[in-house]
């Protein structure tokens, strides 16, 4: 495939539905920039196969860029490779205390609420315990509905 008047090769397709950040059309390599483009920022989204560590990660990153040659636009530019967690590049770490107080606070919340739910099936209970008590000594059923009556004496 061309891309920007020089031979790109296809690495991978993604699903038709695939969409992230947004929708692109082509992913470029660090290594695809023309040599007229030293842009210093380019992006990449990696999924880590499972029980690679982020450490070994960069190390992989280090070996292929030392394989690539001087004359490469990574090192031509002297580009630096930054690996670094989805959930760290998008939330930093002055955010990071400020979500966890919040998830603190709603944690407390669902908390005090599950508490308060409880005393008041508790009082239900303990307020009803000698309703409940007559009725079973006088043989009403549990389930029967409790109907109160009110006599007159003359």
């Not at 002297?78 to 590049?89: A, T």
């Amino acid at each position: 495939m061309t891309v920007t008047g020089e031979i790109a090769t296809i690495v991978g397709v993604m699903p038709r539905g695939f969409r992230f950040p947004n929708e692109q059309d082509l992913w470029l390599s660090y290594g695809a920039a023309p040599d007229n483009d030293p842009n210093p920022m380019r992006n990449a989204l990696v999924k880590l196969k499972p029980g690679i560590t982020l450490e070994r990660a960069i190390q992989d990153m280090e070996m292929i860029r030392a394989q690539l040659g001087p004359n490469s636009p990574v090192n031509k530019y002297e580009q630096q490779m930054d690996l670094i967690s989805l959930r760290d590049f998008y939330l930093h770490s002055d955010l990071k205390i400020s979500a966890m107080i919040l998830f603190a606070l709603s944690l407390l919340f669902v908390l005090v609420s599950c508490a308060n739910a409880a005393n008041l099936m508790l009082i239900d209970f303990l307020g009803l315990r000698s309703e409940v008590a007559a009725g079973l000594a006088l043989g009403i059923p549990r389930g029967a509905p409790f109907v109160g009556c009110v006599s007159k004496w003359p």
